[in-house]
């Protein structure tokens, strides 16, 4: 079964810093990647995906992905944070074909000033 | 502009009770999704349904059942609440395109956080 692993729990940065969050899945098969991200109180969002094509990911408010299939890897970067940028960021994997959506643990990043 | 409405946004239920969580999307979405959202562990997929009256078993059902009498309405329902059932769950909708499918993204409701007693 498809499992999705987020290295860090929480990410503290200082504002205008460089941030990637790391996503690692487990398998090979070809498979469709997503980063969502969920603000406080509110529901997840899309912030990237990745189907095919090219393996870097543009995304909303300046965010960007890089599919590695050797490393079975989808890392989320941003190269300058800004406060607003506070929130828990989920990245999730289907095998293509199929309907379920396997999120991983979530990592929690906090935007200092 | 609202897609996704869960009912409840917070819920504090005795343990026992039966609780009743709605979810309805006005998208004419065919697949729905219910997960648990809890701290460390993620989004897990309780259940979720491709089209009215079918469902399927996500990763963790024990203790929770489902109804979709209609497209747009999505129902999960705990027949007698546990604390350990305490967290915050999400429902979700998506399109349904054969192969396809796994590429749509989902769109989320705002969640309902409930507090078993």
């Known amino acids: 079964a498809q499992s999705v692993t987020q290295l860090d729990s929480q990410v503290p940065v200082f504002e205008e810093a460089p941030v990637e969050l790391r996503c690692n899945y487990s398998s090979s098969v070809s498979v469709y990647l997503f980063w969502y991200v969920q603000y406080p109180n509110q529901g997840l969002q899309l912030l990237l995906k990745y189907l095919s094509g090219s393996t870097l990911v543009k995304g909303i408010n300046g965010f960007e992905a890089e599919f590695n299939k050797s490393q079975t890897s989808f890392h989320l970067r941003k190269p300058s944070v800004h406060i607003s940028d506070t929130a828990e960021y989920f990245c999730?994997?289907?095998?293509?074909?199929?309907?379920?959506?396997?999120f991983g643990q979530g990592t929690r990043l906090t935007i200092n000033p | 502009d609202v897609k996704v409405t869960q009912s409840s946004r917070y819920l504090v239920k005795r343990t026992g009770e039966k609780v009743f969580l709605e979810c309805v999307q006005d998208?004419?979405?065919?697949?729905m999704f219910w997960y648990r959202q809890d701290p460390g562990l993620g989004l897990r997929l309780i259940y979720f349904s491709y089209d009215v009256k079918m469902k399927e078993k996500g990763d963790i059902p024990e203790g929770y059942s489902v109804s979709r009498e209609k497209k747009e309405r999505f129902s999960l329902i705990l027949e007698s609440a546990s604390t350990n059932q305490t967290s915050m769950y999400l429902c979700?909708?998506?399109?349904?395109?054969?192969?396809?499918?796994?590429?749509?993204?989902?769109?989320f409701g705002a969640g309902s956080r409930l507090t078993v007693l």
């Open positions: 998208m004419d979405h065919e697949n």
């Open positions: 979700a909708s998506s399109l349904y395109d054969g192969s396809l499918s796994g590429a749509n993204v989902l769109t």
């Open positions: 999730a994997v289907t095998d293509r074909g199929a309907q379920k959506l396997v």
